[in-house]
């Protein structure tokens, strides 16, 4: 079955990095675009970043432009959110997600929390 399993989250100071992971299991990977969202507290989920299958193609949402980078290892199956410059409003639950067979499918979160 179909399995993304986040993880990188934490405490950090404004101004800080992380990066966060998601392991993908279930489906071949290196065929699939992967998607990274995030959900702050009692705000909807909104989506953050976009790459292609091979990771020649990004996008990100406008607030973290320039300072989020996503990527990717297909050969470890596992999709990449490096953040830096890291703002008390980027303070969220951070998901992976992909589509397969017609089917989104959602990792469980990693919680990201930017203290000012």
């Known amino acids: 079955q179909v399995q993304l399993v986040e993880s990188g989250g934490g405490l950090v100071q404004s101004g800080g990095s992380l990066r966060l992971s998601c392991a993908a299991s279930?489906?071949?990977?290196?065929?699939?675009?992967m998607n990274w969202y995030r959900q702050a507290p009692g705000k909807e989920r909104e989506w953050v970043a976009f790459?292609?299958?091979?990771?020649?193609?990004?996008s990100y949402v406008d607030s973290v432009q320039g300072r989020f980078t996503i990527f990717r290892v297909n050969a470890k199956s596992t999709v990449y959110l490096q953040m830096n410059s890291l703002k008390p409003e980027d303070t969220a639950v951070y998901y992976c997600?992909?589509?397969?067979?017609?089917?989104?499918?959602w990792g469980k979160g990693t919680l990201v929390t930017v203290s000012s």
């Open positions: 997600k992909t589509s397969y067979n017609g089917i989104n499918y």
């Open positions: 279930g489906f071949i990977f290196s065929t699939r675009p």
């Open positions: 790459i292609t299958s091979t990771g020649a193609s990004t």
